[in-house]
């Protein structure tokens, strides 16, 4: 089976080491790596990213939709009742720009609970929204072959106001909205510190799976690092379920990002 073998260098964490995204993505490449994901791209030509891309025959698999107005601190608009024709704006920008580098998945935000709000007051209606702003972007991605993604995002130690923060919220909206081209981004740092109980999890929700990302709990560092992850089983499980879409690197190293790609070298070799 070919995972646990196409890992992206999620190039927003990884190889900082560089400034801009097109040297990061030579970064990655020179490291071995055929696939990047980035969070928001847009700040760089799609022309220029293309051709670092294309110069190393790389795939970025993944971009986010923009994420609103960060000064006033949003983090995605999707599950926001006032913010419904900005998100349609936003997913506009990613959808061209997914097109013109070819990606094939984007992550549709949902947002913060809005500052002043309670969370309990809100989440209906804050839920309604994403479920009817989710059925409108999958309308809008399926005319072009792309997969739209929701994430789960921890709110005790990553994200307090998130709205969408564990993989129980994210099937159910799922399951609500009822699109094929509309799956579940399993980032496994999120889940752990919300839920734990990963083998089950993973299993239930597999079908709904279409994107993973990794990192060590709970510093947020690599795979191999100490924390509470044992990922040479997770890898093992992904496998044996038959996993075979990308899996993103989504840390923060703890120095130089090639120093600590040792656990990929280590991945590379056992398969």
Request: aromatic content about 8%; charged content about 20%.
């Amino acid at each position: 089976m070919p995972c646990p073998h196409h890992f992206a260098a999620n190039v927003s964490w990884l190889f900082s080491e560089v400034d801009s995204l097109p040297q990061r993505v030579d970064a990655a490449a020179c490291a071995g790596f055929q696939a990047v994901e980035v969070a928001w791209p847009y700040d760089t030509e799609a022309t220029e990213l293309n051709k670092v891309l294309e110069k190393y025959g790389m795939e970025l698999v993944l971009i986010n939709t923009p994420p609103g107005n960060k000064e006033r601190g949003e983090l995605g608009l999707g599950a926001d009742p006032k913010q419904r024709a900005e998100f349609r704006r936003g997913l506009e920008q990613a959808v061209q720009y997914a097109k013109a580098v070819h990606c094939k998945r984007i992550h549709l935000m949902a947002g913060r609970v809005p500052t002043g709000l309670d969370r309990t007051t809100v989440a209906m209606e804050m839920e309604a929204t994403f479920i009817e702003n989710l059925k409108y972007a999958a309308d809008v991605l399926s005319k072009e072959g792309i997969m739209g993604l929701i994430e789960p995002i921890n709110t005790r130690i990553t994200d307090p106001r998130y709205f969408l923060n564990t993989p129980h919220q994210a099937v159910k909206i799922l399951q609500q909205v009822d699109r094929p081209n509309l799956k579940l981004q399993l980032d496994l740092f999120h889940w752990q510190i919300m839920d734990g109980n990963l083998t089950q999890n993973i299993t239930n929700y597999f079908p709904l799976i279409g994107h993973v990302q990794v990192a060590q709990v709970p510093n947020r560092n690599e795979p191999d690092s100490p924390g509470e992850i044992n990922y040479s089983y997770i890898f093992k499980l992904l496998e044996t379920l038959g996993y075979q879409g990308y899996i993103g690197c989504e840390y923060t190293p703890k120095g130089n990002t090639i120093d600590g790609l040792g656990w990929l070298r280590t991945q590379r070799t056992e398969h």
